[in-house]
């Protein structure tokens, strides 16, 4: 049978089965959760969809969409989907050039915003010449002063959209049954590690195939909760989100805002959550340093109980049956720690924490295994798209990521790079034939990342090909692999490490946990002004060096962080140090710091660095630091 | 009724005729006059101690001045105690934050909606009973809409004394706003604020100005906010009134340049 599912074909499929019935969406609107059934979901794609072919979209045509997890940002996509159109989100915090080249390069004539300062972003590019026709807007606040004609508001355009219908009854419908599983839902673009961004296109096809592998792998029902708060233009909001509502009819609840997702969250109480990396290694932070604050009473009872849960964690990614009196000890430490402080996370319903994105070291995944939180890790790519191999109950260890899913083969060629073919794989790159026909060959998508197949079939994924270093002595460096157990210590906020062929030892450029450092400060009267001030102190370089060395016992004497420095200050998006989902830059990094790197391996003890920076309101400034360089381990200076 | 020299001009909504306020030998308020218009932001600016927040405690009642009149929409309330002065529909917020502290922002803000509680009595309400509920729900709607406004979601149901010094400051102008007023008189709203929420701030006021409150009294020390906001500017120095005007007029006014580059100074030390 030819799979001819869309994802609007089975969006109303729910709404004929549910109608106003059953709940689809959640927002919390004035400190109380809106409901909106299938009949509003259906109201809501149909009308916006017909508005926005009386703006001229037409089938093939790029709606772009700038905002936060918003019900208006999921309406905006599906009506775009419904009438044949293509959806692609950019991410709020992009800086205008950014937009200005996602949008340049996706041709969307289109453009749906969630505020005022999303429009002004989009009109200001406009008067430099971006070709934009409509922008629509559907948070109202401060629009007052505005008299463009060619800006809308979400609400005018549902109001066009009742008088389309009126004009050309069933309309609507016809477009939607048009629809084909292979046409392109949606344009993601990648996060662009490794140069520009990419618009990775994803049929419909890829979409639901994917959201099916959510729902398997995850048990998702109809009742299962999805809290929508990672950026929605995210291949990871696509697929949990998007398109999966379409598969399970399950509920997606929009928070707030961002910053009171935590507090939404405990309200949820969701059974599933899916974080990306950045968010469990900043939750295991924040906790750490949360508990170093806590009462003596507190402290004492966690300390003493956090062991049972390292031991309980051990028997479930050992995969073995823990004895009674373990089992009767964790029962105890759940009750007094574990339970409590999941529940102070939000998590205490979880039945299943799942992370993506990028690398999540090893400790990170015990200590949240350890209090009751066994993190199911996979491996996936936006063009994969999503995750394409996840690891289940049965099969969790650290470092790895699982076995692939239904529908998805792999394959590791010969030097070590990992190859994926399956139904559910994305079409190709938008307006880039090179880049397609680089990727996609003989219907094997080449990822470019390195990785191995063990014994039980599980995957274990490096990085990077390109990232992966050898050193002087031909020892395998893994710089993520140690970054990430860097990042486990609360005071470090990030960490980039640098090697190479030519060089003996691995060193690392430290950006501090300002908050924590500085909290660690006070209570020792050290005196400081900055950021750049306390991470040049004697005694935080001392901190510093003492947990590089405590967090990396694990690892090979040669591989492991022997010189390193802080950074002035923390490594920026903004700046394009990093992606909009958190992940280094690592070629513009090495360009950029590379001569406090040569410093570092020409044994000096000072860097002196010069650089723009540039503050959040666009103004640049150059500044000069003379940064120290720490020597640890069993280096001599 | 309009009190003696009152003229009704339309447009006006407070009036503030030959205020003199003195506490002991200092003339705190010495002959100041002056007029708002509605719906527009008059800045009342000058070097410290020059009467600005005296005149703002003038007219809301805090302080009884010796001689002069305030009217509001043409009614004299030179006389009226600050709690009715509130009622009338003059709403303002402090230099130094009064909230309760112990209570969280919503709690707070609450506080404010209590002039606006029509239907429940004491003792219904302490009861809870009647129309207390209902009432207690549309109060709560009214102070959530204020919280969507002024961004404050993250801080809802957190205490007010743990809270950074802009968010109080934020939730202090939420009280305000949560009295409905017609005007709002606000002191010093930038004060100890960093640049970034200076900008909030006066994005804030100059919503407030078009969305819910017309007419804004700004006490205020930032001469850049001033000027980028207000419409009318009036200028004291020690309780006179020494210029008035739209922002281009007042900076270039020499007695104006004067008081804030330090002739008074030297009157001071002569």
Not at chain 1, 44 to 67: H, T
Not at chain 1, 187 to 201: D, H, Q
Not at chain 1, 555 to 564: D, H, T
Not at chain 2, 149 to 162: D, T
């Amino acid at each position: 049978m030819i799979d001819e599912r869309t994802i609007p074909k089975l969006l109303i499929q729910a709404y004929h089965k549910y109608g106003d019935k059953k709940v689809a969406l959640r927002k919390k609107s004035l400190g109380v959760w809106k409901e909106y059934t299938w009949n509003d979901v259906y109201t809501n794609v149909k009308y916006f969809s017909l508005g926005l072919i009386s703006l001229g979209f037409k089938r093939g045509d790029v709606l772009a969409i700038l905002g936060d997890n918003d019900p208006e940002w999921y309406f905006g996509e599906w009506a775009a989907q419904a009438v044949g159109g293509i959806a692609t989100g950019i991410f709020v915090d992009c800086l205008p050039i950014e937009v200005e080249y996602l949008i340049t390069h996706c041709g969307a004539r289109i453009v749906m915003t969630e505020d005022q300062e999303q429009v002004d972003k989009i009109l200001s590019l406009k008067e430099k010449g971006l070709n934009v026709d409509y922008i629509i807007y559907w948070d109202r606040r401060g629009m007052w002063g505005y008299d463009h004609t060619f800006l809308t508001d979400y609400r005018n355009v549902i109001e066009m959209g009742e008088k389309y219908e009126r004009e050309y009854l069933g309309k609507f419908e016809q477009l939607v049954q048009m629809g084909k599983s292979e046409d392109i839902a949606a344009i993601c673009y990648t996060s662009g590690t490794s140069g520009v961004p990419k618009g990775a296109m994803l049929s419909h096809r890829a979409l639901i195939l994917s959201a099916e592998g959510t729902a398997r792998d995850f048990q998702w029902g109809d009742n299962t909760n999805y809290a929508a708060f990672m950026p929605p233009g995210w291949i990871l909001d696509q697929v949990n989100g998007i398109a999966a509502i379409a598969v399970c009819n399950n509920i997606i609840n929009f928070v707030e805002e961002p910053e009171t997702a935590p507090a939404d969250m405990r309200e949820l109480g969701p059974e599933f959550v899916f974080y990306g990396a950045r968010h469990w290694e900043n939750l295991a932070s924040t906790t750490l340093t949360k508990m170093s604050d806590a009462s003596l009473f507190r402290k004492f009872t966690y300390e003493l109980l956090l062991p049972v849960g390292y031991k309980m964690s051990d028997f479930t990614l050992a995969q073995q049956a823990p004895s009674p009196m373990w089992r009767a000890l964790w029962r105890f430490a759940d009750l007094l720690v574990f339970h409590p402080l999941r529940d102070k996370l939000g998590l205490s319903r979880v039945r299943i924490p799942g992370t993506g994105g990028t690398y999540l070291g090893p400790n990170i995944i015990k200590y949240f295994a350890a209090i009751g939180l066994p993190i199911r890790t996979g491996y996936g790519l936006t063009e994969s798209p999503s995750h394409c191999v996840q690891t289940s109950n049965t099969s969790l260890k650290p470092g790895c990521a699982g076995i692939p899913g239904l529908n998805r083969e792999i394959r590791i060629t010969e030097d070590g790079e990992i190859l994926l073919r399956g139904p559910a794989l994305f079409s190709g790159y938008w307006k880039d034939a090179e880049g397609t026909a680089n990727a996609l060959k003989d219907g094997w998508f080449h990822t470019g990342d390195a990785g191995a197949i063990e014994q039980e079939g599980q995957l274990v994924y490096f990085e990077r090909v390109a990232d992966v270093l050898t050193m002087k002595g031909g020892v395998i460096l893994s710089p993520t692999f140690i970054e990430s157990r860097l990042k486990f210590s609360p005071y470090i906020k990030d960490a980039m490490v640098f090697g190479g062929e030519t060089r003996a030892f691995a060193s690392a450029l430290i950006n501090i946990n300002f908050e924590v450092v500085a909290k660690w400060a006070e209570k020792r009267h050290i005196p400081f002004t900055s950021y750049l001030d306390l991470s040049q102190r004697p005694e935080v370089y001392d901190l510093i060096g003492s947990e590089i060395v405590s967090n990396t016992t694990v690892i090979a004497k040669e591989a492991g962080v022997q010189r390193f420095v802080n950074l002035h200050k923390e490594f920026d998006p903004d700046e394009g140090e990093l992606t909009r989902t958190r992940k280094l830059r690592r070629k513009l990094m090495q360009e950029r710091y590379s001569v406090i790197v040569e410093a570092i391996y020409e044994g000096k003890k000072n860097a002196s660095f010069e650089s723009d920076i540039r503050y959040q309101d666009g103004k640049t400034k150059r500044i000069h630091v003379n940064l120290e360089i720490r020597t640890i381990g069993g280096l001599k200076d | 009724m309009p009190g003696i020299g009152y003229q009704d001009s339309g447009n006006e909504i407070l009036r503030v005729q030959d205020l003199q306020l003195s506490f002991g030998g200092v003339q705190a308020l010495n002959n100041l006059s002056f007029k708002v218009q509605k719906g527009q932001i008059t800045a009342i600016i000058g070097p410290n101690g020059s009467g600005k927040t005296c005149a703002l405690n003038s007219i809301s009642g805090f302080y009884r001045p010796q001689n002069g009149k305030v009217f509001f929409n043409g009614n004299d309330i030179t006389k009226l105690q600050p709690e009715k002065i509130t009622r009338l529909g003059i709403g303002r917020t402090f230099q130094n934050i009064e909230l309760y502290p112990s209570l969280n922002c919503v709690d707070n803000l609450m506080v404010a909606r209590h002039i606006r509680m029509s239907r429940t009595s004491g003792v219904t309400g302490f009861l809870y009973f009647g129309w207390a509920h209902a009432e207690e729900i549309m109060q709560r709607e009214k102070v959530e809409e204020i919280i969507d406004f002024l961004k404050l979601e993250a801080v809802r149901k957190m205490a007010v004394g743990a809270l950074p010094y802009g968010i109080r400051k934020r939730i202090d102008l939420g009280r305000c706003l949560a009295l409905e007023p017609e005007i709002m008189l606000l002191d010093e709203p930038m004060s100890g604020m960093n640049l970034e929420e200076k900008e909030d701030m006066s994005r804030f006021i100059l919503d407030i100005v078009e969305e819910k409150v017309p007419s804004v009294v700004l006490v205020e020390h930032d001469m850049g906010v001033v000027m980028d906001i207000a419409d009318e500017i009036i200028v004291l120095d020690f309780g006179r009134k020494i210029a008035e005007g739209t922002p281009t007029e007042v900076r270039g006014n020499q007695k104006v340049i004067e008081a804030y580059l330090g002739s008074t100074i030297k009157q001071n030390t002569s």
